[in-house]
């Protein structure tokens, strides 16, 4: 009893350096819990819990933890190196991004080893493939509310990745993994080492580890090579997605606004393309759909498939420990480790279209007009010509991003007595983010470039070269003429297409250091039991530096943008430093104070109706320099009527403050494809993002409750079925350009969204839409979470169930205070990159041990949905989504081995070669077809390795 109450208060005492001994009451064995809220198995903990064993995630998905975890229910709409898109390199958050509940990456707090880690991105993320792999025993996942524990970001839960700290022995693996195709190839190598020293005083933990992934191209599957979208049903019938005008899938899809040779936008030769020798002819549109641009076969573009997919990532990781008994009542432990993170992709092509078309002067030598053109023109009064172009036969921008990610710990813990524990200790993390995209349009180059004429010789230069300004001569000294009209043409002067493009980088610094110090104890004694006390406090400082070589900021006025384009004609209004990526810059800082105590109160214990009744209370302020005092709470309750059976009930405030970048970003720059209802027009549009110092921390209240039942006339079996329910109040959130002139189209103008709108008139496309955070979000969301284990023996061998489930019964948004409510679960939507929120989600494993061998059995089930939502513009003619199921597999033989205890082993993932969904962007070749954050896109894969332990 005592054992219990002493574990529970522990672990909800957020102390991240706890080293407790508690007994597992299924297992009947010692663990130790390290700033988690629960024992082994997580049956006899008081808020809904999932553990999961490494050595169930690695059978399932041998790649690494964070992509197995991934697989699991109550995981939504991760992101990953898989299940991101590659198309830009301004979002910083391409690595595993743990998404509990679906409810934002950066709402889910993640603990190495009970310890906060600081994030690794500039937008606050965390990329757990950071975490050292090797030592973790298992994960513990708290899905619900926990900040009144942990602190702040543990809105939608804890992800804690737990060390095995008295490993001892030596134990190492090599694998080797591909697709059925031949690509997305994966290596691991790793070793780990543990050992007692100083006469059993000392333990030393040491870890190296290498994996690489070869990644693949979204080309490398066929589905994406075949134009497949959602475009509205009936051409002129109004709103694509309304219901006079649904939206039903096409293949072939172009966008007709440029071509790959180059479309001809102003003037009378308006709608001309050009040839590959430069010559012009009619464009042709094709086939109308129902989305206005968007035409099946014709002249038009199609972005092109062979960009990433799966992203080639690479990770290296070195970490140690080692503990010291310096006293039978004091111990001291210090720990660190290194990890360098390694992502690389190629995305979207360079590409000449609205807003940064390019300018021809009619002086050019490269425009191959006909003498009747030409007069054509000059009878208008031309001077030069507007051309739209996509690129797709060009070298494609690469990226190249890298985390190093430093963490440190040391300190102390002791015992009072035999009822009291104390700890206290320092942590420093920081994890610097770099990212370089080559091969970007440099606008002030292309446009250089683009300008080109014949000199007193006839060659053809740069205009600039030329200029009668010497300072102008010599910022555009080496400058080389660009050709763009004409398929193949950019290639056919290489000198200017590597004048023109070059890199795009930024790098960011996020640092945080951590001192905190806590007790606990039994305060006296009650008739149920003792009554357990901890109380502790934590101060923090976390630091973001970015630096950026495109920093939208520099050419926010129009004196700057005059100076740095200075002698050079035809630049667009909205052109920065690069194509798509400029990253601005950002510097803040927050000192953060806490204060937390903890009561549990063993109320009943041992009496008819109440084998045991207890009742848990925490309380914490926390301080921020940024936004001030908040409080956070917990309330929960545990009752055991019988042996059997255990009632569980927690209620909670919790919250996630601002992220630096959310408070103190410059403005940023994107751009995104607008179907818009005021203009009629379809066509990229400039977005700027910055940061909003004013923001306040989110508030959340959680509630949960459920049951435990563990029968013992069916030795073995264990069962926990909880309820949860988790309320966002001012959620940090921002609105989406669709949903800003959607709103201000339906005030009539007098929304406030409508102040974030520049049109050049009132009924003329948005030159730009100014996207900002602000807490003007609601979320609401609700389901049932199912945990089974039964173990028993069948047969010669012992066989294992585990079920992970979960129902989704609301997701409820609300984008501000006027917008409607809609509720998201059990649909989907198609839009840019689609997403969906099935009902059911589950994941069954079965294991069966005979002799030498284990057969291990996944089955991921993906429950059915209805594409489409209750929000405007939403109608996709009724199509719906059946269930999926995936089948993992793999058979492990053990055998000793030069002195080890050898596994050798084969996985198969997607073992019945699954094809993902047919689902379509609303974006000709943006995306793969499906819903790549839900449904495997490799197929069927294999995955051969070793382990062994000395």
């Not at 009943?604 to 709470?633: C, Q």
């Not at 489409?868 to 199509?879: D, I, K, L, T, V």
């Amino acid at each position: 009893m005592k054992a219990r109450i002493v574990g529970t208060l522990l672990v909800s005492a957020s102390s991240v350096f706890l080293a407790v001994p508690v007994m597992a009451q299924d297992a009947l064995e010692e663990i130790v819990v390290t700033g988690s809220r629960i024992t082994r198995d997580g049956y006899t903990a008081p808020t809904p819990v999932t553990v999961a064993p490494v050595a169930d995630l690695v059978k399932s998905t041998p790649s690494n933890i964070p992509d197995a975890l991934n697989k699991l229910p109550q995981f939504q709409l991760s992101s990953s190196p898989s299940r991101s898109t590659h198309n830009f390199a301004n979002s910083a958050s391409h690595g595993n991004i743990l998404n509990l509940r679906g409810v934002g990456g950066n709402r889910t707090l993640i603990l190495f080893d009970g310890a906060r880690v600081p994030p690794t991105t500039f937008r606050g993320d965390v990329d757990t493939n950071v975490i050292p792999n090797m030592l973790i025993e298992r994960v513990d996942v708290v899905t619900a509310g926990a900040s009144a524990a942990y602190g702040s970001d543990a809105v939608a839960g804890v992800v804690n990745f737990v060390l095995n700290r008295k490993f001892n022995g030596a134990k190492v693996q090599a694998q080797y993994g591909t697709s059925e195709q031949g690509d997305n190839e994966t290596y691991r190598v790793g070793a780990a080492f543990g050992t007692d020293l100083l006469d059993g005083k000392g333990h030393w933990l040491f870890s190296a580890e290498q994996f690489d992934s070869k990644g693949m191209l979204r080309s490398d599957r066929d589905v994406a090579n075949q134009g497949y979208i959602y475009a509205g049903k009936n051409p002129g019938a109004g709103t694509p997605g309304s219901a006079a005008n649904p939206y039903v899938i096409y293949s072939g899809v172009k966008q007709n606004q440029a071509s790959d040779g180059g479309k001809i936008l102003s003037g009378p030769l308006a709608n001309y393309r050009f040839l590959p020798d430069g010559s012009i002819v009619p464009f042709v549109d094709g086939t109308a759909t129902g989305t206005p641009a968007y035409y099946v076969g014709g002249d038009g573009y199609r972005i092109p498939s062979d960009v990433t997919t799966v992203s080639p990532l690479k990770t290296q990781q070195i970490f140690q420990r080692f503990d010291y008994d310096v006293a039978p009542e004091l111990r001291f432990y210090a720990q660190g480790g290194f990890t360098r993170s390694d992502l690389s992709y190629s995305s979207l092509a360079n590409s000449f279209v609205a807003p940064t078309s390019a300018t021809i002067y009619l002086d050019n030598p490269y425009l191959n007009l006909t003498t009747a053109q030409r007069a054509q023109l000059t009878a208008a009064g031309a001077t030069s010509i507007s051309v739209a172009s996509y690129s797709p036969y060009a070298p494609k921008p690469h990226t190249e991003e890298r985390t190093d990610y430093y963490n440190a710990t040391l300190g102390f813990e002791g015992d009072i007595g035999a009822d009291w524990q104390w700890n206290a200790g320092y942590v420093y993390g920081k994890s610097k983010h770099s990212m370089d995209q080559s091969g970007l349009f440099n606008w002030r180059n292309t446009y250089a470039a683009l300008d080109a004429v014949r000199d007193g010789s006839g060659n053809i230069v740069c205009r600039a070269t030329l200029d009668a300004d010497a300072a102008i001569r010599q910022r555009f000294a080496d400058c080389k003429p660009l050709n763009m009209m004409g398929e193949g043409s950019m290639l056919k002067t290489p000198d200017g297409y590597k004048y023109a493009t070059g890199t795009s980088s930024y790098d960011a610094a996020i640092s945080q250091h951590l001192v905190q110090a806590a007790f606990q104890g039994v305060l006296f004694d009650l008739p149920a039991g003792p009554l357990m006390v901890a109380a502790g406090g934590e101060y923090r400082t976390q630091k973001l530096k970015l630096n950026s070589n495109a920093d939208p900021a520099l050419l926010d006025t129009a004196a700057e943008r005059a100076e740095y384009f200075r002698g050079v004609r035809g630049v667009p209004s909205s052109a920065l430093f690069y194509w798509l990526t400029n990253v601005g810059s950002a510097d803040g800082d927050v000192n953060v104070k806490e204060g937390f105590a903890e009561v549990n109160i063993p109320v009943l214990s041992d009496v008819a109706f109440a084998k045991s009744l207890d009742i848990n209370a925490a309380g914490r302020v926390t301080d921020y320099s940024t936004s001030g005092r908040v409080e956070t709470w917990k309330l929960g309750a545990t009752w055991k009527p019988v042996d059997d059976f255990l009632l569980r009930a927690t209620r909670s405030r919790d919250i996630r403050a601002p992220t630096l970048f959310d408070l103190y970003a410059g403005d940023q720059s994107a751009i995104g494809t607008l179907v818009d209802p005021v203009s009629g027009v379809t066509a990229n549009v400039p977005q700027i993002s910055g940061g909003n110092a004013g923001l306040k921390p989110e508030e959340a209240d959680t509630f949960s409750f459920g049951g435990v039942l563990s029968p013992s006339g069916l030795p073995g079996f264990s069962l926990s079925v909880d309820y949860f329910r988790l309320k966002i109040n001012g959620a940090i959130g921002s609105l989406s350009p669709i949903q800003i002139v959607t709103n201000c189209q339906a005030s009539g103008g007098s929304a406030p969204e409508c102040a974030l709108i520049d049109r050049p008139s009132a009924t003329a496309f948005p030159n730009s839409i100014r996207v900002a955070p602000a807490n003007i979000a609601f979320l609401q969301t609700s389901g049932i979470d199912f945990d089974a284990t039964y173990r028993t023996e069948a047969g010669p061998g012992d066989l294992t169930f585990r079920l992970y489930a979960s129902y989704l019964d609301e997701y409820k948004t609300q984008q501000s205070a006027t917008a409607p409510v809609y509720d998201f679960s059990g649909y989907g939507s198609s839009a840019n990159q689609p997403v969906a929120r099935p009902k059911w989600r589950g994941t069954l494993n079965v294991s069966y041990d005979i002799g030498d061998f284990n057969i291990f059995v996944s089955e991921q089930y993906i429950g059915k949905w209805a594409l489409g939502s209750q929000e405007p513009n939403q109608n996709y003619n009724g199509a719906k989504q059946s269930a999926v199921w995936y089948t993992d597999a793999t058979v492990t033989y053990r055998t000793q081995a030069l002195g080890a205890e050898t596994e050798l082993f084969v996985t198969a993932n997607n073992l019945f070669d699954r094809n993902p969904p047919l689902v379509p962007g609303t974006i000709p070749g943006l995306n793969l077809p499906t819903i790549i954050s839900l449904y495997d896109t490799v197929g069927r894969a294999y995955t051969v390795g070793l382990r062994a332990k000395f």
